[in-house]
């Protein structure tokens, strides 16, 4: 049977939860690509590893988190669970993302989260095979993602950095990429194709 521990994930007070799980902040860029140019990429490469994710989304039945840029998750990877919290930085930059991470690992997938009394309920699932690989002093990890959802297969390059340096235009040159201002993250497309509207 079922304990109500494995159905409900309670975080009785959000600021507890911040201040009790691993935070980090996060710049990126965030580029769609083809078939044809997630390949290429794939072969230059000699990736630091390879991983899959299923990331469980979670919002309530009006969306409000999502509409307020926020994104709920639970991600598995081999077979552990993290609890991710990822909402706007207070810096704001139209090229690329800068999000706070919060996460937290937790034993199982609850059917349901309460945030400060405010429940949570699963959306939609994606799973991401991710290729990854650390370069520039460590200073830029490149994460190239093949995501599945709702019958759509699609592909991405996250450019993740701690400084924004000359290195980012090689790589984006090296494959002849541009950035992409326009570019919605994952949960934002995962939620336009299971029709609902976030934001």
């Keep these: 049977m079922m304990n109500k521990s494995d159905f409900i994930y ?29 390949d290429l990429i794939d072969k230059y490469y000699n990736w630091d590893n390879i991983i899959t994710q299923v990331n469980y989304y979670y919002d309530k039945h009006d969306l409000s988190f999502a509409k307020n840029n926020t994104t709920i998750r639970i991600r598995m990877m081999d077979n552990k669970y993290k609890l991710q919290i990822k909402s706007p930085n207070s810096v704001i930059n139209e090229k690329f993302f800068v999000m706070t991470e919060q996460e937290k690992e937790i034993k199982t997938k609850p059917e349901i989260l309460q945030i400060d009394g405010q429940e949570l309920y699963h959306v939609g699932t994606l799973t991401t095979l991710r290729k990854t690989k650390t370069i ?6 490149i994460c190239l993602d093949k995501s599945d959802y709702c019958n759509i297969v699609e592909y991405e390059l996250e450019i993740e950095f701690a400084e924004n340096t000359d290195k980012i235009n090689e790589i984006l040159n090296a494959f002849n990429l541009q950035i992409q201002k326009t570019n919605r993250g994952k949960r934002e497309r995962l939620f336009k194709a299971l029709g609902l509207k976030n934001d």
């Excluded at 007070?13 to 860029?29: A, Q, W």
């Excluded at 520039?136 to 990890?141: E, G, P, T």
């Design 10 to 38: 309670e975080i009785e007070k959000h600021e507890r939860f911040m201040k009790d799980s691993v935070t980090n902040i996060e710049k990126e860029y965030k580029i769609l690509l083809s078939k044809d140019q997630y």
């Design 136 to 141: 520039d002093q460590k200073n830029i990890q």
